[in-house]
C-alpha cells in the first residue's frame, strides 16, 4: 500500500535525493512546500503534486486531508529546509499526526532534541527520524564489523580531513550565520562525528585548537580511537592539484591507511526511506551522540596546540611559533563554558 508524503523544502540541494527515494519505495507525494518557486525538478518525480510557497497554506491543506479524506491524509513529512527551521517544522508535522525523516543536522542543539523528544512522547502519533546515511555504506558497515570483533591493547589512529571550498554566496546565506546553521562543525562535520562515535564509541575527552567562521579543528578521545579532525571552507586549505579545480578534498586514514568510500552512495537516500517506512528507521536517540558532541567543541575554550595531538594542518600553520605541553582535554561529562 501506498504511503502519502510531503516534502518541506522541495528547493533545497537535498531535495532531489528525497523525492527520488519517495518515488523508488513506490509512495505518493501529495504536497511540497518551499517559499521560493523553483522546484521544476518536481515535474521530473511528481508532476501532480500541490505546491505551496506559504507554509500555514499547506498546514491547512493538511488539516483539511486529514479531517475530510483520512485515506488520503499525509502518512510521512520530509524535511529539507534550512538547519534552523528543523525543529519547528518537525513538531509541525508531528501535531499532523505524521512520521518525520529529516535532513542532518536533526537540531543544532540537545535543548531542542530534548523538546522534540518530549513532543514526540506527549503526542504519541508519530516517529522521528533523522538521515544518518552513512551508516547504510556498505565499506562503513564492514568496517564497523572489522573494529568490533578485533582486539587489541591501544586505540586506533585516525586522521580526518574534509575541505570543502565554498564562495561568498555561502556567506551571505543562512549557512553563513552559525545561529542558523550551527556553523562549520554542523554545516560540513555533523555525518563524520555520527560516523566516528558509531564505529569507534563514544567520547571519553576532546580538545579543540581551532574554530571560526571557516575553519576548525581538534582532537578526540573515542573510546577506541584517537582523532586528529580538521574541517575547513577554505579553499586555500586545500592541495594544490584540487585548488586549481576548486575541489572538495577528503581524506579519512585508520593507522595510516587511507578509508576509501567514495563509491556505494547512490542509493542510500532510498534505503533510509526504507528502513523508516518499517519501523527501523534512525529515531532521535541515534542523532543525539554527534549533536551533543558539537555543541561541547561549539562551547569549550580553543586549547594551546599540542605537537602530538593536533592535525598536521594545523601543525603546519602554527607549529613553528608555539610549543606548549599537553592541553587539558575536556571530559565528556564536564560542563563547558558558553562562549
Known amino acids: 500500500m501506498s504511503l502519502n508524503f510531503a516534502l518541506i523544502g522541495a528547493g533545497g540541494y537535498i531535495a532531489p535525493r528525497h523525492l527520488k527515494a519517495i518515488k523508488e519505495t513506490g509512495n505518493n507525494l501529495v504536497a511540497a512546500v518551499d517559499k521560493n518557486d523553483s522546484v521544476g525538478i518536481l515535474d521530473s518525480h511528481f508532476p501532480e503534486v500541490e505546491f505551496f510557497t506559504d507554509f500555514e497554506a499547506f498546514e491547512k491543506f493538511a488539516c483539511k486531508l486529514k479531517r475530510s479524506n483520512p485515506e488520503k491524509a499525509i502518512n510521512y513529512v520530509s524535511i529539507c529546509t534550512p538547519n534552523y527551521l528543523h525543529e519547528d517544522h518537525i513538531i509541525s508535522a508531528l501535531r499532523l499526526g505524521a512520521n518525520v525523516i529529516c535532513e542532518k543536522p536533526l537540531v543544532l542543539n540537545t535543548e531542542s532534541l530534548d523538546n522534540l523528544q518530549a513532543t514526540e512522547m506527549e503526542l504519541g502519533m508519530g516517529k522521528v527520524n533523522t538521515v544518518l546515511q552513512l551508516r547504510l555504506h556498505p565499506v562503513l558497515q564492514q568496517l564497523k564489523d572489522r573494529i568490533n570483533n578485533e582486539t587489541r591493547?591501544?586505540?586506533?589512529?585516525?586522521?580526518?580531513?574534509?575541505?570543502?571550498?565554498?564562495?561568498?554566496w555561502y556567506y551571505i546565506s543562512w549557512k553563513g550565520d552559525s545561529k542558523k546553521s550551527g556553523g562549520v562543525m554542523m554545516n560540513i562535520g555533523i555525518?563524520?562525528?555520527?560516523?566516528?562515535?558509531?564505529?569507534?564509541?563514544?567520547?571519553?575527552?576532546?580538545?579543540?585548537y581551532c574554530l571560526n567562521d571557516t575553519k576548525a579543528s581538534g582532537h578526540l578521545e573515542l573510546e577506541k580511537a584517537r582523532v586528529r579532525?580538521?574541517?575547513s571552507l577554505d579553499r586555500n586549505d586545500l592541495p594544490e592539484t584540487y585548488r586549481q579545480n576548486n575541489k572538495a578534498y577528503r581524506s579519512i586514514t585508520i593507522d595510516g591507511e587511507e578509508l576509501s568510500f567514495t563509491d556505494g552512495f547512490t542509493d542510500l537516500h532510498t534505503e533510509i526511506y526504507k528502513k523508516a517506512i518499517a519501523g527501523d528507521g534512525f529515531g532521535m536517540e541515534y542523532a543525539r551522540p554527534s549533536i551533543e558532541l558539537v555543541e561541547m567543541i561549539r562551547n569549550s575554550s580553543i586549547a594551546p596546540i599540542n605537537s602530538k595531538l593536533a592535525h598536521p594542518i594545523i601543525l603546519g600553520n602554527h607549529f613553528s611559533s608555539q610549543k606548549q605541553e599537553i592541553p587539558a582535554a575536556v571530559p565528556i561529562d564536564a560542563k563547558v563554558e558558553e562562549k
Not at 153 to 168: E, S
Open 153 to 168: 591493547d591501544h586505540p586506533y589512529d585516525i586522521d580526518l580531513t574534509y575541505i570543502t571550498p565554498r564562495g561568498k
Open 191 to 208: 555525518h563524520f562525528f555520527d560516523m566516528l562515535t558509531w564505529i569507534f564509541g563514544g567520547v571519553k575527552s576532546q580538545a579543540t
Open 229 to 231: 579532525w580538521y574541517l
